[in-house]
């Protein structure tokens, strides 16, 4: 086991302290960079977003101690290490409790927030559901608030392929795709229900990979039965396809990401990875096996996923350890294979992982969320930055042809007792002659007749009548064989 303990104190910034246990690397190589923000209060959430003009931005919510109810959007941007540049606490108009769904840069660097919550002094609570576009500099350009008789939510939110915003969520009763220009307009909506007796849901959202373009959303029944099916939306919001998808309703899909070459998608759903074909069809899934350094194996909760320059992936997550949720992360082939992986421990509390980004340039892994019983109050948020895995390749020993070597008489009548061998090239060693059962009955040292056209010649003697394999090796160790029969 391998140990770290690093402390960092700056402005608004303490080290999160992690004792790494790390699987055949040293841990100096490993854990790069880690950071915590927050303050005496609590801070959730932990989303990321990479930032065009560098470094990141980390979002969640926070609240004071005590039981005031007086919940903002926190908003930290960082440097490429993590360091902070400033810092932000955002009053959200309704909002006295705030809980970020997710997070999206556009191609001007504005982000977009999909957020939820309400007004806790006030009876009867029912999620409310606010996007708050921000400029570069975290300043408000606008909120969009939707308040309907039933509780509004996102629940996906990514960059359309014209550079426009796409969501789903449930707004005003019913589950929603939706499309929303960084001006605050809404170019297209399209509410979607299961079927004629349930409402349902729509959560996971992606985008097709093809030249065919659209969106894929999951939509799966809310109140009976374990259905759940893909629907296809164009660019302007109308199904034109629908794609059964088997397993249980409540099975939801996270990070879903298209593979290179229209060669499918692949996501995490309950913990695990799941692959589909171009089709969408299921090809397999995928637990992540993890062996602590002390020998208790688990699994790693997959949570998300990304592509790595070199063709394999990273996921993030978590594993239930040392009394708590602790962080999780592992390098993957395409075929759901763990090529590296580790945890990083800490005690007291749970570690939530809820933002993945690989490193532009180095490939190495940042990752984000939040800590239940952070160093700074009650809840803080934190960053970390891991180095990137080197896979060493294993390829083995090439394996040199096995060569016919001429033997005759063959096979070796009764009568006869003496074996003639020929082989296309000198042999070094000697020449071995085995049974059945692999055991060496008789051997002769090679000589340099092996090569002539009278061959080299074997005395057989007392060789009993049987099946046997002739073996001799050349200088360039090509393996020269001859099948005997004895009679």
Request: net charge positive; hydrophobic share 40%; aromatic share 10%.
């Amino acid at each position: 086991m391998a140990i770290q303990l690093c402390l960092f104190a700056m402005k608004r910034i303490i080290g999160f302290c992690w004792l790494i246990l790390l699987l055949a690397w040293p841990a100096k190589a490993q854990l790069l960079q880690q950071r915590v923000y927050g303050s005496a209060g609590e801070e959730m959430g932990g989303y990321i977003t990479a930032m065009q003009s560098g470094g990141y931005l980390v979002v969640g919510s926070q609240s004071k101690a005590g039981p005031q109810a007086d919940g903002r959007l926190f908003l930290v941007r960082t440097n490429a290490l993590g360091d902070t540049l400033w810092t932000r606490a955002r009053k959200l108009p309704h909002f006295t409790s705030v809980q970020v769904r997710a997070v999206c840069e556009n191609a001007a660097g504005q982000v977009l927030v999909a957020t939820s919550g309400g007004d806790r002094t006030t009876g009867g609570f029912i999620d409310e559901a606010m996007l708050v576009l921000l400029t570069p500099q975290g300043d408000t350009l606008w909120t969009r608030y939707t308040n309907g008789p039933t509780g509004d939510f996102y629940s996906s939110l990514i960059l359309g392929n014209d550079g426009n915003f796409v969501l789903t969520g449930s707004l005003n009763t019913f589950p929603q795709w939706l499309k929303i220009s960084s001006a605050g307009q809404v170019l297209a909506q399209t509410n979607i229900t299961y079927d004629a007796t349930d409402i349902g849901n729509v959560t996971a959202l992606f985008k097709e990979n093809s030249s065919r373009g659209g969106y894929w959303v999951l939509n799966s029944k809310g109140v009976v039965g374990n259905e759940r099916k893909l629907l296809h939306l164009t660019e302007t919001g109308v199904v034109d396809q629908v794609k059964p998808l088997y397993g249980r309703a409540s099975s939801f899909l996270n990070s879903v990401l298209p593979m290179p070459v229209q060669s499918g998608y692949l996501a995490c759903q309950d913990g695990r990875l799941i692959r589909f074909n171009a089709a969408l069809d299921t090809l397999w899934t995928r637990l992540l096996p993890y062996t602590a350094p002390n020998g208790f194996r688990t699994y790693g909760s997959a949570r998300l996923v990304r592509p790595l320059p070199d063709g394999n992936l990273v996921v993030a997550g978590g594993v239930y350890a040392n009394s708590g949720t602790r962080v999780y992360l592992s390098k993957v082939t395409p075929t759901g294979q763990v090529l590296r992986d580790t945890v990083l421990y800490r005690t007291g509390g749970d570690e939530f992982v809820n933002g993945l980004e690989v490193e532009a340039g180095t490939g190495n892994y940042v990752f984000s969320g939040y800590a239940t019983q952070g160093p700074l109050g009650l809840a803080d948020l934190f960053f970390g930055r891991q180095a990137a895995w080197r896979t060493l390749s294993t390829q083995a020993p090439a394996r040199q042809p096995v060569l016919a070597l001429a033997a005759w008489p063959n096979p070796v009548g009764a009568g006869q007792s003496q074996l003639r061998v020929r082989s296309g090239q000198p042999l070094a060693g000697e020449l071995v002659l085995r049974d059945a059962l692999g055991r060496t009955v008789r051997h002769w040292p090679a000589t340099r007749a092996v090569t002539s056209t009278e061959g080299q010649a074997l005395p057989l003697g007392e060789v009993p009548a049987g099946l046997y394999l002739l073996t001799g090796t050349a200088p360039d160790g090509r393996r020269y064989v001859a099948r005997v029969l004895r009679e």
